[in-house]
């Protein structure tokens, strides 16, 4: 059985206690228009959209915020690895490889296997 005593330990007011004169008891007593529903509605969603559009910003600017501070974070460790001018010794290595990787690719098939036959070798004597 329920007891009509809340939570506080009250009994609940008396509707006609909390009516004021010209009010109805329940809010959804009055009946709205189509209009004003509509208004509502489209007040609403107007609410909605701007929340959404300040949220968006945030995000947009956190976003913004974090990309600065990886790039920040990446300049001060390469850096930190490479000394001066990081990124030009970078470049440097990245075109020596390159260099390499080409004077490879234009000797003939036979003198590749023939180097990696020998080192093949070299390496089962040990």
Do not use: C
């Not at 609940?12 to 909390?18: A, T, V």
């Not at 490479?82 to 390159?98: D, I, R």
């Amino acid at each position: 059985m329920q007891s009509s005593i809340n939570r506080d330990g009250f009994l609940p007011l008396d509707p006609d206690e909390l009516v004021e004169e010209g009010e109805l008891p329940f809010p959804d007593a009055a009946a709205d228009t189509a209009r004003e529903k509509a208004e509502q509605s489209l007040h609403h969603l107007q609410r909605e959209l701007r929340l959404l559009r300040a949220r968006m910003g945030l995000l947009r600017e956190d976003a913004e915020a974090a990309l600065k501070a990886k790039a920040t974070s990446v300049d001060a460790n390469a850096h930190v690895q490479l000394g001066s001018y990081p990124w030009l010794k970078l470049a440097v290595a990245t075109g020596m490889a390159f260099v390499v990787v080409r004077a490879i690719r234009r000797m003939p098939f036979g003198v590749l296997l023939g180097g990696l036959a020998g080192h093949v070798s070299q390496t089962r004597r040990w």
